[in-house]
């Protein structure tokens, strides 16, 4: 069975850093990319970042990049997002999904993580 | 960046009632590259449809999806109590970070 489970999330203060995770069983991890998405609350949902299966390219939306990163290990199939610089929009639920890869194309998420909650305040 | 636009943005039907969700693009969706989520209260969005028209595993056949190019349209064709929900379509193939539409809320009438 597919599983993906974040933890990580939490209170911090605008201008703070947190990293998540994402924790995959069930399915080779090494051979699928890997996208985080969020949702904030009452809002519907946001593309964050995208990595590869070998963590060899990834992307960002423009309103978190030199911000955030992301990056994985495959020996551990773990998904992590590193935030920096945080401010209030970021507040969101954070989740990890498995893509889909069509060629060389990303696109669906086929299994989504239960996500994990970040709080930005003061 | 192709932008989605759903509607209605709320639906208020009755459970044996067809649902109809659409989802416009502001330019064409190649290969018909567009999904389609189903998202409850607290919970993980969950896939229902991709390339358009194609269900995942376990999705019962009253969903289906159709559409190209800039019109897709998601239908629900007897709603049972569990389909209440928030609906999401997503394209994908232009960027490594696809695109979702505002979501529709279908509602209990």
């Known amino acids: 069975e597919v599983q993906l489970v974040e933890s990580g999330g939490g209170l911090v203060q605008p201008g703070g850093s947190l990293r998540l995770s994402c924790a995959a069983s069930?399915?080779?991890?090494?051979?699928?990319?890997m996208h985080w998405v969020r949702q904030a609350p009452g809002k519907g949902l946001e593309y964050v970042s995208a990595?590869?299966?070998?963590?060899?390219?990834?992307y960002y939306a423009n309103s978190v990049k030199g911000r955030f990163t992301i990056s994985r290990d495959n020996s551990k199939n773990t998904l992590y997002l590193q935030m920096g610089s945080l401010r209030a929009e970021d507040m969101a639920v954070y989740y990890c999904?498995?893509?889909?890869?069509?060629?060389?194309?990303?696109?669906?998420?086929?299994?989504w993580g239960q996500g994990t909650l970040v709080t930005v305040s003061s | 960046e192709i932008v989605l636009t759903q509607s209605p943005g709320t639906l208020s039907l009755s459970p044996g009632e067809r649902a109809t969700l659409s989802c416009r693009a502001s330019?064409?969706?190649?290969?018909?590259?567009l999904a389609w989520y189903q998202q409850k209260p607290g919970q993980a969005p969950r896939l229902l449809i991709y390339?358009?028209?194609s269900r995942a595993t376990g999705i019962p056949d009253r969903f289906s999806g159709s559409g190209s190019g800039t019109d897709f349209t998601l239908t629900i064709s007897r709603l049972e109590p569990e389909d209440f929900a928030v609906y999401y379509c997503?394209?994908?193939?232009?960027?490594?970070?696809?695109?979702f539409g505002q979501g529709t809320k279908l509602e209990i009438k």
């Open positions: 999904a498995r893509v889909v890869v069509i060629g060389y194309y990303y696109s669906y998420n086929d299994y």
């Open positions: 069930g399915f080779t991890f090494s051979s699928y990319a």
């Open positions: 990595i590869s299966s070998n963590g060899g390219s990834t």
């Open positions: 330019q064409s969706v190649s290969s018909s590259y």
């Open positions: 390339g358009a028209s």
């Open positions: 997503q394209q994908y193939g232009s960027s490594p970070l696809g695109t």
